[in-house]
């Protein structure tokens, strides 16, 4: 009788390949993988500002808050206007760190931690210059992200 099998067929499929194996061989991959995380990142964006308990700026709640300086938790689906900046914000921090670590994949032609470490420091680095920063950067950051994602749909819709 045969002896069982230890290993799976991806483990052993692993075993052969050489170490510098890279996922992404093209720009277009990269593209396409960061797109991918933003949708990714823009779902759970607006999963957290359904359910978040702070209210959005500019609401009534946010006013009172800031006026007696007590907090008071939003209910479930009370802020719906929190829902777009927050899937526009969790979607660009998990698309701008997964393409600018699997861009460094491709330059260097290794896959690595080192790739990672540089995606986290792009991220911070945008993270606090357009989210964490002025409101006029948060304000053309969302709609020059928000275009985007509307011309996106436009193009998949008419031209593609």
């Not at 009788?1 to 991959?29: C, G, H, K, W």
């Not at 593209?31 to 609401?59: D, K």
């Amino acid at each position: 009788p045969a002896a069982p099998q230890t290993t799976t067929p991806v483990l052993q499929r692993r075993a052969m390949e050489p170490d510098n194996y890279i996922s992404f061989r093209t720009s277009s991959t990269v593209v396409s993988e960061g797109v991918y995380q933003f949708i990714r990142g823009a779902l759970y964006g607006a999963i957290w500002g359904a359910v978040t308990p702070y209210y959005a700026a500019g609401t009534k709640g946010a006013a009172l808050e800031a006026s007696t300086g007590i907090f008071k938790p939003a209910p479930l689906l009370a802020s719906p206007q929190s829902i777009p900046t927050n899937a526009i914000i969790f979607g660009t921090v998990l698309g701008v760190q997964r393409v600018s670590c699997k861009s460094m994949e491709l330059l260097r032609r290794q896959q690595d931690v080192w790739n990672e470490l540089v995606g986290f420091f792009i991220t911070y680095r945008y993270y606090t210059y357009f989210l964490a920063s002025t409101e006029k950067r948060l304000v053309m950051h969302n709609r020059v992200v928000g275009g985007a994602v509307a011309a996106a749909i436009l193009y998949a819709n008419v031209f593609a």
